[in-house]
């Protein structure tokens, strides 16, 4: 019996040995790909800073301004354009009203020329 514990314990000693030499194994390529990765991520971080250099802070609070005071000139275009389409409305409807009280008076006249003329 104690010649068969002693092949059981061989053989998990056995065992444990295989699992762990599989675990640093498998551990030693996920480290290495994560250092290959890590480098290649490095390696377009400068890639990209070089190609697109970040604004400071006055830079952007400069840009911010200029968007705002835009926005600001925008709006007050946007209520000018409005109100001359409403003044455009206003003139558009006066002159049709000015057309239609021109042609009564000129029935007007005329039906008064003819009356005088008979």
């Known amino acids: 019996m104690r010649e068969q514990e002693s092949t059981l314990h061989q053989d ?62 925008l709006e007050v275009l946007e209520k000018k354009v409005d109100y001359y389409e409403e003044l455009c409305d206003e003139l558009e409807e006066f002159q049709n009203e000015l057309e239609v009280k021109t042609k009564l008076e000129q029935n007007r006249r005329s039906r008064l020329g003819s009356l005088s003329r008979d």
């Not at 030693?28 to 250099?53: H, Y």
């Open 12 to 73: 998990v000693e056995h065992c444990v040995e295989a699992l762990q030499d599989y675990l640093n194994t498998e551990l030693a390529k996920a480290v290495s790909v994560f250092s290959k990765k890590a480098g290649e991520n490095e390696t377009w971080l400068e890639e990209i800073r070089t190609k697109f250099q970040l604004k400071d802070e006055d830079e952007l609070q400069a840009i911010k301004t200029l968007k705002e005071q835009s926005l600001t000139r």
